[in-house]
């Protein structure tokens, strides 16, 4: 089994990738940061296929973190798909999103979502959000294995 943690980010927009990513090296954990723009990709990493067979390349996740407005396939259908993948099913999957619509939250939390976290509007706010998220699944959570 592979110790590394992996955060693979479903996003489609570049300045939420970038600040993302930023947020997540100022965090210090060690953290293999990997990104796709949409739901077919996604599909095509979690299952190794496509540009993605390469796991040394682009190795398992450890969680997910996945928007809800993405082109094509939204977050909650990808979610959907997720949850019923036999291979990748118990993957924690976070959706990091903008919207705080009750109806969202319900919808994903119905769909399997691990949980359900608002964008912050604020660098600083981005940071210590996934400072507390990748503490938990870094070092409190039992992590499925998923190969």
Same mark, same amino acid.
């Given at each position: 089994?592979? +110790?590394?943690?992996?955060?693979?980010?479903?996003? +489609?927009?570049?300045? +939420?990738?970038?600040?993302?990513?930023? /947020?997540?090296?100022?965090?210090?954990? &060690?953290? /293999?940061?990997?990104?796709?723009?949409? %739901? @077919?990709? /996604?599909?095509?990493?979690?299952? %190794?296929? %496509?540009?993605?067979?390469?796991?040394?390349?682009?190795?398992?996740? &450890?969680?997910?973190?996945?928007?809800?407005?993405?082109? %094509?396939? &939204?977050?909650?259908?990808?979610?959907?798909?997720?949850?019923?993948?036999?291979?990748?099913?118990?993957?924690?999957?976070?959706?990091?999103?903008?919207?705080?619509?009750?109806?969202?939250?319900?919808? /994903?939390?119905?769909?399997?979502?691990? &949980?359900? @976290?608002?964008?912050? @509007?604020?660098?600083?706010?981005?940071?210590?959000?996934?400072?507390?998220?990748?503490?938990?699944?870094?070092? @409190?959570?039992?992590?499925?294995?998923?190969?």
């Amino acid at each position: 089994m592979n +110790d590394q943690f992996v955060l693979l980010l479903l996003e +489609d927009s570049e300045e +939420d990738i970038f600040l993302f990513q930023r /947020a997540v090296a100022k965090v210090g954990r &060690s953290v /293999a940061f990997q990104f796709v723009r949409n %739901g @077919i990709d /996604a599909q095509c990493y979690l299952l %190794g296929e %496509g540009q993605f067979t390469n796991r040394f390349e682009f190795p398992m996740p &450890s969680v997910i973190f996945a928007d809800l407005q993405l082109p %094509g396939m &939204s977050g909650l259908q990808f979610l959907t798909w997720l949850r019923q993948e036999p291979s990748v099913r118990a993957l924690p999957c976070v959706i990091y999103s903008g919207s705080t619509n009750p109806t969202d939250v319900q919808c /994903a939390y119905e769909k399997g979502v691990t &949980s359900f @976290i608002v964008k912050p @509007i604020d660098f600083a706010q981005w940071v210590t959000r996934l400072e507390v998220v990748l503490k938990f699944w870094m070092h @409190i959570a039992q992590r499925p294995i998923v190969d």
